[in-house]
C-alpha cells in the first residue's frame, strides 16, 4: 500500500520549452501532495505542498510562474516546469501524505523521481 | 524555525556489524513527528522508522530502532546485523503536527551509509 508513481522518470527538453511531471498515489486519496527538488548529493529541498482543488503554496525562493502546480483530484499533483532552462536540470520528487481521518497527518509516501536534463 | 542536523556525512561499516546513525534537531514545538527515510542508488525515497514524539517508547521496525531523546533532542537509528542492502543514503526528517493538514518535512543533510562485504 501507499505507492506513489511520477511520469516520466527522466526527460530531456531543449531550452525554452516547458515540461509536465505527473504525480499519482495509485492505491488512497492524497489531499495534500508535496513538490521537492533534489541536486545531487544533497538533501530534498521543499519546493510547494499542494493541496487537492486549491493553490498551491510555495517555499520562499521558489518562482510560481515557473513552477506551475495543479492538483486537480485527490490522486493527481502536477508540476509544470515553463520556460525550461538549464539551471532547471535536477531530480524532482512529489510525495503524498496519507491523511488520519482524526485530522493529524501521518507519513509522506515518496515517488521515484523525475530526472530533468534541459540542454 | 526547525533545524535538523546530521552530523555524520559518511559512514561504512562491515557487513553484519552494528551501525548508528546520529540526529539532532531544534525546535520549541511540542507535537511532532520524526523520521528516518533511506535513498538507496536508485533515488527512491523510503521510509525506514517513525517516531511520535509523544510516545516514551522508542520505535523499532525489525532490525532498525531509534533511541529517541526528547530533552536532548536526539533521534539516532539503529541498524542490527546490517546487510549490503542496507548501503543508502539516510535522511533524518521532522514534522511539526497541526489541524492544518499541510505539515511539512524538515530534511536534515543526509548520511551516506555503505555495508562492506
Known amino acids: 500500500g501507499a505507492v506513489v508513481s511520477q511520469h516520466p522518470s527522466w526527460v530531456i527538453c531543449k531550452s525554452g520549452t516547458s515540461v509536465k511531471i505527473e504525480c499519482r498515489s495509485l492505491?488512497?486519496?492524497?489531499?495534500?501532495m508535496f513538490w521537492y527538488r533534489q541536486f545531487p548529493k544533497q538533501s530534498l529541498m521543499l519546493m510547494a505542498t499542494?493541496?487537492?482543488?486549491?493553490?498551491?503554496?510555495?517555499e520562499q525562493g521558489v518562482e510560481k510562474d515557473k513552477f506551475l502546480i495543479n492538483h486537480a483530484s485527490l490522486t493527481l499533483s502536477t508540476l509544470t516546469v515553463t520556460s525550461a532552462h538549464p539551471e532547471d536540470s535536477s531530480f524532482y520528487i512529489c510525495?503524498?501524505?496519507?491523511?488520519?481521518?482524526?485530522?493529524?497527518?501521518?507519513?509522506?509516501?515518496f515517488g521515484p523521481g523525475t530526472r530533468l536534463t534541459v540542454l | 524555525a526547525q533545524t535538523v542536523t546530521q552530523s555524520q556525512p559518511e559512514m561504512s561499516v562491515q557487513e553484519a556489524e552494528t551501525v548508528t546513525l546520529s540526529c539532532t534537531y531544534d525546535?520549541?514545538?511540542?507535537?511532532?513527528?520524526l523520521f528516518w527515510y533511506k535513498q538507496p542508488p536508485s533515488r527512491q525515497m523510503i521510509l525506514v522508522i517513525r517516531?511520535?514524539?509523544?510516545?516514551?517508547q522508542n520505535a523499532t521496525e525489525n532490525r532498525f530502532s531509534v533511541n529517541f531523546q526528547k530533552a536532548a533532542k536526539s533521534f539516532s537509528l539503529k541498524i542490527s546485523d546490517s546487510q549490503l542492502g542496507d548501503t543508502a543514503m539516510y535522511f533524518c526528517?521532522?514534522?511539526?503536527?497541526?489541524?492544518?493538514?499541510?505539515?511539512?518535512?524538515?530534511f536534515g543533510t543526509g548520511t551516506r551509509l555503505t555495508i562492506i562485504p
Open positions: 517516531q511520535e514524539a509523544y510516545k516514551q
Open positions: 510525495s503524498a501524505r496519507v491523511a488520519r481521518t482524526s485530522g493529524f497527518t501521518d507519513t509522506q509516501y
Open positions: 525546535t520549541s514545538e511540542n507535537n511532532y513527528y
Open positions: 499542494s493541496n487537492e482543488g486549491s493553490k498551491a503554496t510555495y
Open positions: 492505491d488512497f486519496q492524497a489531499t495534500t
Open positions: 526528517a521532522f514534522m511539526i503536527l497541526s489541524n492544518f493538514g499541510n505539515e511539512k518535512l524538515t
